[in-house]
């Protein structure tokens, strides 16, 4: 089905672990995002990507690491997790001509750092 | 100053009444303006979008936006119980390529 799907769904891990969050649509939007959700502080974006090979920095970049070799793919590492990592993680894309502009996000993905 | 700020709630009203929900924004160059609507432990999805000052219906709810004041609104009109969720204001600049500032978001709770 065409979509936008994120795995894991839920993740626990231990500090200092490497963690990959996967992101997948297939509607070949060109811009897809990485936003993290914590309670007071609503949704914060980490990275976002234009197209493929062109990502740029967002509000909360650090400690995360992406990359996007393939339109649909747009993965992002946690490369040593930390507690203040444990968040729910929404992947969004959109198209280049996208009228309205909306966001269409996947289902989340929840991580717990021990 | 954060780009985007929503009053905070928790906004609780009756059933039938109408729900108030506002946003301002900080950066005057800012476009197009969106409320997404996000039930407890699900995604955002979208239910307004605004480009022009004024206001802006779609069934029960409508989007006023004021420009020089730099303040978006969403009114629900006749709420209902199923309106219960948070509703994030988010904001998209003129030069940002794409990317939306969220608010904190309100929780909203109709009762019966």
């Known amino acids: 089905d065409a979509g936008i799907t994120q795995s894991p769904r839920y993740k626990i891990t231990e500090t200092g672990r490497q963690v990959t969050l996967m992101c997948h649509q297939t509607?070949?939007?060109?811009?897809m995002f990485w936003y993290r959700q914590d309670l007071g502080h609503g949704l914060r974006l980490i990275y976002y990507?234009?197209?493929?090979?062109?990502?740029d920095k967002g509000e909360v970049p650090d400690g995360y690491v992406v990359s996007r070799s393939k339109t649909e793919n747009f993965p992002l590492t946690l490369e040593s997790a930390t507690r203040s990592q444990t968040s729910v993680y929404f992947c969004?894309?959109?198209?280049?001509?996208?009228?309205?502009?909306?966001?269409?996000f996947g289902e989340g993905s929840r991580l717990t750092v021990l | 100053q954060k780009e985007v700020e929503q009053n905070s709630g928790p906004l609780s009203v009756p059933e039938g009444a109408i729900a108030s929900l506002n946003c301002t924004y900080s950066?005057?160059?800012?476009?197009?303006f969106f409320w997404y609507r996000q039930y407890s432990g699900k995604s955002p999805e979208l239910i307004m979008f605004?480009?022009?000052?004024g206001d802006k219906e779609d069934g029960r709810f409508t989007a006023q936006l004021n420009k020089a004041s730099q303040y978006v609104s969403l009114l629900i009109r006749d709420s209902q119980p199923s309106d219960s969720a948070t509703y994030l204001c988010?904001?998209?600049?003129?030069?940002?390529?794409?990317?939306?500032?969220f608010g904190r978001g309100t929780q909203l709770t109709v009762w019966p």
């Open positions: 990507s234009a197209a493929a090979d062109i990502t």
């Open positions: 950066d005057r160059g800012s476009q197009s």
């Open positions: 509607w070949s939007h060109s811009y």
């Open positions: 969004a894309s959109r198209s280049l001509a996208g009228e309205t502009g909306e966001l269409f």
């Open positions: 988010a904001v998209k600049r003129g030069s940002t390529l794409g990317r939306l500032y």
């Open positions: 605004i480009y022009s000052n």
